[in-house]
């Protein structure tokens, strides 16, 4: 077999394509290097900043601080809401990895019961996961101790050293002052809604209710904020800069924190309200209702027995100053006395023999003076508002019919709300045709005009409603809403949310002004007045107006026996007054469930507040 020829090698061929490869490669080299340095600008010069944002959001933190919130005082300094620092355990929901078992592992450590447990992870499923939320409140510096020596085992959790709300006088004003308490989530949506989310990123409470809950935008100041420098473990270490929060603007009531606290004395175990005004401004000098509660059990959480004890019948939640309604029975005479003499029905001479019942025409049924002998002689106006005659203001009344009634007492605010600064306030009624016709697709009846006509029937009003009338009385006619702040720590006057412009009333003769204010004078100084006993040996001038409201009706025949009904049957203690009598300045509104007369028991309540009242106002006079 014959071996094959080799062939000659061609040399320059080779050359050729290894230059021709080695040409390709370079170009996909240079393409590739093309591509690595267009990469490398767009990273370092066009996504600097991106990249620098990203880079930062791992390194710096920004952490918001809360504002301090403002501070509360009486007319004369006493602080009634402060802060006070207090210990808590809290936890980042979305920093733990398994929030259960964390909890059950810490129980082991603190005592955390497991119906505490249970209470946390239910608030926390209504909360934002990256906000932190309080586990234990007021840990004690034992707990502290202890906690700080097991924290590396509970990442997510930590010790916040906090200002808490704290009401030093307890269950003397709640119900003036309100309280704060937790978030919750319609609050939070509400916020949103407003564009105040971000206000409240290091708050974890709000007003709830009162003067906390009208004035929080007031109180609560603005969020500052820390940016911070933070290590791989989320651990500060340092911080870049700061933006100190704006504290909330302390306000200056105008309630005396003593003479509430006479107003509480007062009261002991009667269920009732006390309302005292400045008669020269509306300012209100004491708003307190009973029974009340401590509205520090709220601020730190609330726990279920310490709530349950509240819902007794007693239902001291509800502050029965502004949202009581009660028949203002015979407190409203004098009211309606002017109005009979603008009408010209009656003058201030007018008699009428009081046999102790008034009938209509044609009539079987009588409407019954509380005297049921009657006053038994002629009497005129001055008369009836002193001795309190029923049979003169159902004549009245009668004549008068209840589209007058009605219109005329509106000027003095009843049927609606009064203009205080705090929301928990109701309207209560002052009936009319329309609306019974409304209420209970019924005609009105005379005789529902004649109930009215003393203040009962369909008629309620709250005591913060009737204090207002009372002094737009005293002052004839000139309305000064009633407040409970005055301005703020800074000076700053308070632009009231209800504080509108009120009109005063004007009579056509304003001489019947004094008729009623001389005859509510005489209620007092006059032996058969029924408040005479009441006031007897007072250093001061004070002019008022008993009053007895039924809660059930008397059926036709029967006597009132108070030991014969139940407790919550019996009439309601009403007195209406103020002093001094030339120069009013101050108005008292007393209302006293289910106790009997106001002669007997509202009178002598008015007087140890107005007591109180004209001796601590000579005490400060003397002092330099």
Known sequence: MFKGRQAIRDHSAEANLFARRAFVAFFFVLILIAVLFANIYRLQIISHTSYQTRSNDNRIKLVPIAPNRGLIYDRYGTILAENKPVFNLEVIPEEVEDIPAALAKLSKVLPISESEQEKFLAEIKQQRRFKSQVLKARLTEEEVAIFSVHQHNFPGFSIEARLARHYPFGDTLTHALGYVAKLNKKELNQLTQDGQETNYRATRDIGKLGLEKYYESVLHGTV?????????????????????PVPGQDLVLTLDVGLQQIAQHVLKDHRGAIVVLDAKDGGILALYSNPSYDPNLFVHGISGPDYRALLNPNRPLINRATQGVYAPASTVKPHLAILGLEE????????????????????????RDWKRSGHGKAVDVYQAIEESCDTFFYGIGYKLGITKISNFMAQFGFGELSGIDIHEESNAVLPSKEWK?????????????????????????????????????ANKGIHYPPHLVSLTKQGEEITLVNNDEKPPVVLEDPAHWQVALDAMHNTVFKTTGTAHKAFLGADYDPAGKTGTAQVISIAQGERYDADSIKEKQRDNAMYIG?????????????TVE????GSSIGAPIARQIMDYYFSAQQSRAKKP
């Open 594 to 597: 289910n106790t009997g007369g």
């Open 578 to 590: 103020f002093a001094p009598f030339n120069d009013p300045k101050i108005i008292v509104t007393v």
């Open 344 to 367: 010209k029905l009656i003058t201030d001479k007018t008699t009428i023999y009081d046999p102790g019942f008034f009938e209509l025409p044609n009539v079987d049924h009588r409407w």
């Open 437 to 473: 016709e409304s209420k209970f697709k019924e005609s009105w009846w005379p005789g529902d005009t004649i109930s009215v006509a003393i203040g009962q029937g369909y008629w309620t009003a709250t005591p913060i409603q009737i204090a207002n009338s009372v002094n737009i009385l």
């Open 224 to 244: 500052g904020s820390q940016e911070v420098e933070i290590n791989n473990r989320g651990r500060i270490i340092r911080t870049l800069s700061s933006t100190a």
